[in-house]
């Protein structure tokens, strides 16, 4: 059974993955949306309620990944194995090159889901690209966030979001939406956690190949001044590639800005598919 669900969405269930599905299919590009880890796809909904004013009936899915929300919980997670599901996700929608928005570990899985299937763009909400600090940050922590530290840990990482930058109702919004979890925090970061950090950086570096060889739009909007050389470093490997700096956002500019993001987001119906 389908269910209306907030400003008008439909939810279903489609590849096995809890979705908000918006507007209809029409000649404007549609948009997949994907969370950060430990949030859910109802952080999206204040921006698609924007999006609708100037944008309406645009065809938007939003979706719970595995382990999050409404999805389905598994033996398993793995960051890796999410673009294959999201592919699922889209071809049940009968979705054709949409583009790929992700927030935070999301954007890590539209970056890879981009390299792999076809898509119109990229639109990378706060998550760099230049993996080896913050895998080696990860190494370091792994014996408290497998073990009883674990909680005490993920406040490392939440201060580190600086909500307090965010408007009350944005600050509110990611308190509400936020649910870590050990098994799950750990598993999508199992290969950090236990992998090569170079095989990790390695990889990377091909999947951004791989984008800027199809020559599709990549847009990274961040909330803090990105770091010296970063913008060359992607565009080297991504010549599409643009920027935002949304500053003083910290990791949620797109809630810091949202009328900006929604003018943003509405921006990709003419990108070409």
């Not at 398993?76 to 790929?100: C, F, M, N, W």
Request: with cysteine; charged share 20%.
């Amino acid at each position: 059974m389908h269910i209306i669900g907030s400003a008008g969405a439909t939810v279903r269930r489609l590849g096995g993955l809890a979705v908000d599905d918006y507007g209809t299919t029409d000649d404007r590009v549609p948009l997949v949306l994907l969370h950060g880890m430990t949030f859910d796809r109802t952080i999206w909904r204040p921006l698609v309620d924007r999006l609708q004013q100037t944008d309406p009936g645009r065809r938007v899915l939003a979706l719970d990944l595995p382990g999050h929300g409404d999805s389905p919980e598994q033996e398993r997670y793995d960051l890796a194995a999410v673009p294959s599901q999201l592919h699922e996700v889209i071809k049940e929608a009968g979705l054709t090159s949409p583009v790929i928005v992700g927030h935070s570990a999301g954007a890590l899985a539209a970056t890879v889901y981009a390299a792999r299937f076809p898509v119109s763009g990229v639109l990378n909400v706060d998550q760099p690209l230049q993996l080896g600090e913050f895998a080696t940050l990860i190494r370091s922590l792994r014996n408290q966030l497998e073990g009883p530290g674990f909680a005490a840990t993920w406040q490392v990482f939440w201060d580190s979001f600086h909500t307090e930058r965010l408007p009350a109702d944005a600050r509110k919004l990611v308190r509400e939406t936020c649910r870590p979890r050990q098994q799950v925090v750990t598993g999508y970061w199992r290969e950090v956690l236990h992998g090569s950090v170079q095989e990790i950086t390695d990889r990377t570096e091909q999947a951004l190949s791989a984008i800027g060889e199809t020559g599709v739009p990549y847009l990274h909007i961040a909330g803090e001044e990105l770091p010296a050389g970063y913008a060359e470093w992607l565009t080297k490997r991504i010549p599409e590639a643009t920027f935002a700096v949304w500053g003083g956002s910290g990791h949620f500019p797109h809630l810091g800005k949202p009328d900006e993001f929604a003018r943003v987001l509405a921006a990709t119906a003419s990108w070409p598919s």
